[in-house]
């Protein structure tokens, strides 16, 4: 919906209310939606000289064809132009260098960072869906495949070792020990293994031993079953949402997406002495 209001452009207060334009039923990236053409005519006509909407969004939800108007068309015709609920006031708004308003600049960005945010978001719960891996590396024991995007195909080297990690812990070893022995064995970590084959380039990385944490973590992981887990954490900048861990029973789990490493049985023999008791 958009105000149009009648008074000289250069008073801050007292508009009087001219005229209400609707647009209902018409899409906001259109801009020749008939009442918004309407508003034009009459501004063109010399009817009305400021213009008010709710937020920008209420102008046309193409946010560079709505900057083109506020910043060309309505002073043409010396026409005010004010989004209430952004706080944006053409007649006092603060310009830069290029005489473009400084607060309509940073709404757009705003508006279009948080649309990229939504989009972004819509294309992982996708993904998510669809049993697809999101990006970083693939978990130790795998590698991304060649042939099917998304999709994990068995390392065959680093696999047998996550089995020997199963199966120890099945055994009853703790998760100290198991490090400790991969460590005098010198088998590679999962980070200096990636550093090893050229998948991580950190230096820092050529020479990390194994940790319990990282034990403790792989005897939990269902990847190893063949299923795709993701959405542990979560952030939504568009609701100004920040990076946090997800309860378990949010996350989004796909079965049969790669080969397993690990039978159900050994798995569930791992989850018992974990203390985890059969699922």
């Not at 452009?9 to 209310?17: D, G, T």
């Not at 937020?55 to 005010?80: A, K, M, N, Q």
């Not at 006092?92 to 600049?105: H, I, Q």
């Not at 293994?193 to 050229?198: H, I, N």
Request: aromatic share 10%; with cysteine; proline share 3%.
């Amino acid at each position: 919906m958009y105000r149009a209001k009648s008074k000289s452009a250069k008073e801050k207060s007292n508009c009087i209310k001219d005229s209400v334009y609707i647009d209902n039923g018409y899409s906001g990236t259109n801009f020749e939606r008939p009442a918004f053409r309407k508003m034009l005519e009459d501004i063109k006509a010399g009817k009305i000289n400021c213009v008010v909407v709710k937020d920008l969004s209420r102008l046309g939800r193409s946010y560079l064809e709505s900057g083109r108007y506020i910043e060309t068309v309505f002073p043409l015709f010396h026409t005010r132009f004010v989004a209430v609920n952004d706080g944006f006031d053409s007649l006092s708004a603060d310009r830069d260098e290029n005489g473009v308003a400084m607060p309509l600049k940073n709404i757009i960005n705003e508006i279009y960072a948080r649309d990229i945010s939504k989009k972004v978001g819509a294309s992982l719960e996708l993904q998510k869906n669809a049993g697809r891996h999101g990006g970083g590396f693939a978990p130790y024991g795998y590698r991304k495949s060649t042939t099917q995007k998304g999709r994990y195909e068995v390392d065959g080297e680093a696999a047998q070792v996550v089995r020997r990690i199963f199966e120890m812990r099945a055994q009853g070893l703790g998760y100290s020990a198991i490090a400790r022995r991969l460590n005098e064995e010198e088998i590679k970590s999962p980070s200096a293994y990636r550093y090893e084959k050229g998948v991580a380039d950190n230096e820092k990385l050529r020479d990390a031993p194994w940790k319990r944490d990282v034990i403790r973590s792989m005897v939990r992981d269902e990847v190893y079953l063949g299923s795709m887990v993701r959405g542990k954490t979560r952030s939504a900048f568009y609701r100004g949402e920040k990076r946090h861990a997800v309860p378990k029973e949010q996350w989004v789990t796909v079965r049969g997406t790669h080969e397993p490493l690990v039978t159900e049985e050994l798995f569930a023999r791992v989850r018992e002495v974990n203390g985890e008791g059969r699922p």
